[in-house]
């Protein structure tokens, strides 16, 4: 039976969660872009946690420590700086869907897609590539909260009964909150999620006789935890260059980071995030991997499914009792924050890309409560998801998640920057390398991809198919093209101007106040 | 003179881009590296090695975003 101690931390922390939600819903005045992007008003300090909390899931809480307890501190350098090189792609990409979001007003990773293309079919190909790898990823979140609040309470809170709490607070805090209401919640959620590593490490290493004693008795006993290449050679030179490449390519394709592009108040606040980002994952990541090695001294030979839940192991061994609950809610804050995210998103391309490509264009209220209800449908189809336990079709799609939307890098970088790129060229991108990624993952013949992840040669192909296709059809108009790439130069001249009329300005005051004619 | 601020500005873009490739190369090519040794607190060279790249990684974004990217935008 969970002690009273947990019990009022985990009601204390739902709680919170649903008061922000409330919060946000009473004080702000509802528009589909406040509700969808929280009115593209998150400054810097908001945006760099609701990025890092939605992108690290519950899977970086649990699933690290698991990895690196297998495979070792290989693990670390692969995940932390795959992850953090993705900051380059803010500049790359967030720049300029910052500038194309606030000239067209877009919501929606597709909505960007279509009005480049001028093309309804590009734009539901990428909308059915992004909702398909995203939906079955949220459906992980509320799995993993089961796990924990039944491993928390030793039962006395079923699996289920787990799951369906979890689903409820998230439905309806962002039932009412929005994004606005997720931004705020993912800073707290951030902020615990980070302070709970920290603690649990620290605590984990204090039992343990402090970082060096745990880490010479790790070496002493497994020192192949300790090399390069990882436990039983794992990281091959082309599995190593697969994963590197792979975060890289798929964390800006996350349709719950990619609008939060949209969302950003200013380009400083994606500025700054980009240099904070690399800054977190370093320290960030380092806490489960250590945690996941030293695990090999308390809890030797343990399956996959059980390393799984090392640092609940851990913790349970080496953290006071006390702590426990406390350290653990930086699961849920890990797991929530990016269900919720995942949720919004989905719920906005439903809401407003179906909707406009079958040709219906929605009143700004009822798009608001459509996407509501979207919110509250999508939530039940993933709980129902998570209850059925629908194993290898969720397994597969939910590890082919980041491979799946790697392929529409090169779409993305084709409609942002190569003016000659088409819409026919964006659909045989994105059919070719969901095509081959579907083919080799059918096939699991390793000497097909020369021992790559499928995902690099589905990129490849996908890249191959946006030049090709691209060619093989007729320019855009001229115009349409014009329109868009306007944007940016559109900003160059604005600034240019403003910076122009400031200057006159201050030398027109400057001529006055010599003059005499201003004091 | 317009035209050789110009070029310097690409000069720098291509120079950070060069860099940013170059860290990315250096991540990719460490698993063909040698034996890893234990260096401070019991860690193996190649976790410390890729924690000081991240801090690099973000060092030259803080550089890249001072010097190229608020340029961009004041341009």
Not at chain 1, 307 to 332: C, Q, R, W, Y
Request: with cysteine.
């Amino acid at each position: 039976m969970m002690d009273l101690v947990s019990t009022v931390i985990i009601i204390s922390y739902f709680a919170f969660m649903l008061a922000i939600g409330v919060h946000i819903f009473r004080r702000t005045k509802w528009t589909s872009e406040e509700f969808f992007v929280a009115g593209r008003n998150l400054g810097p300090v908001l945006l760099f946690f609701t990025m890092a909390a939605t992108n690290f899931s519950a899977f970086f809480f649990f699933g690290f420590a698991g990895a690196s307890y297998t495979i070792g501190y290989a693990y670390y350098g692969m995940m932390a700086f795959g992850t953090a090189f993705t900051c380059i792609n803010f500049y790359i990409i967030g720049d300029r869907v910052w500038h194309l979001g606030r000239r067209f007003s877009f919501v929606t990773p597709p909505e960007l897609i279509g009005k480049r293309f001028d093309s309804k079919l590009a734009r539901a190909l990428f909308m059915i590539v992004m909702v398909v790898f995203t939906v079955p990823y949220i459906a992980v979140q509320p799995i993993g909260g089961g796990i924990v609040l039944s491993s928390l309470s030793d039962g006395a809170i079923s699996y289920e009964l787990g799951a369906v709490l979890i689903t409820i607070v998230i439905i309806v805090y962002v039932f009412l909150g929005g994004m606005r209401g997720d931004a705020i919640t993912d800073f707290a959620q951030g902020v615990l999620m980070l302070l709970c590593m920290l603690v649990a490490l620290f605590a984990i290493a204090f039992s343990l006789g402090g970082f060096e004693h745990a880490n010479t008795e790790a070496y002493t006993t497994m020192p192949e935890l300790f090399s390069r290449e990882g436990k039983g050679g794992f990281f091959t030179p082309q599995i190593w260059i697969s994963y590197l490449l792979l975060w890289t390519f798929s964390n800006p394709m996350f349709p719950q980071l990619f609008v939060r592009f949209y969302a950003a108040k200013s380009i400083d606040a994606i500025k700054k995030t980009a240099v904070l980002y690399p800054l977190l994952t370093a320290v960030l990541f380092a806490c489960p991997v250590i945690i996941g090695v030293w695990g090999n001294l308390s809890f030797p030979s343990l399956g996959k499914s059980a390393a799984d839940n090392i640092i609940v192991k851990m913790l349970d061994k080496h953290a006071p009792e006390s702590l426990v609950t406390l350290l653990l809610t930086g699961g849920f804050a890990a797991l929530m924050s990016t269900a919720d995210s995942q949720l919004l998103v989905s719920s906005s391309m439903l809401t407003r890309d179906l909707f406009e490509i079958i040709g219906k264009k929605l009143k700004p209220n009822m798009e608001m409560l459509l996407g509501r209800l979207f919110v509250v449908f999508l939530a039940l189809v993933s709980l129902a998801f998570a209850l059925s336990k629908q194993g290898l079709m969720l397994n597969y799609l939910t590890a082919s998640s980041f491979a799946g939307l790697a392929v529409l890098y090169p779409a993305t970088i084709g409609a942002l920057y190569w003016k000659r790129a088409n819409w026919q060229g964006c659909v045989t991108s994105i059919l070719c390398g969901e095509g081959t990624l579907i083919f080799i993952s059918m096939n699991s013949n390793p000497s097909l991809t020369l021992g790559f992840l499928p995902a690099i040669p589905s990129i490849l192909v996908a890249t191959i198919g946006l030049i090709l296709g691209s060619y093989a059809f007729p320019k855009m108009e001229n115009k349409k093209i014009k329109e868009f790439f306007k944007v940016f130069e559109g900003v160059r001249k604005e600034k240019i101007e403003n910076k122009k009329e400031n200057r006159k300005e201050r030398e027109k005051e400057k001529i006055e106040i010599e003059h005499g004619i201003k004091p | 003179m317009e035209n050789n601020a110009e070029q310097k500005k690409r000069f720098s873009k291509t120079a950070y881009f060069s860099i940013f490739i170059f860290l990315m190369a250096i991540a990719i090519s460490s698993i063909f590296w040698g034996e890893d040794r234990i260096l401070f607190f019991g860690f193996p060279s190649s976790f410390v090695f890729f924690f000081l790249l991240q801090i690099i990684l973000s060092l030259l974004m803080a550089w890249f975003a001072k010097q190229y990217w608020h340029d961009e935008e004041e341009r």
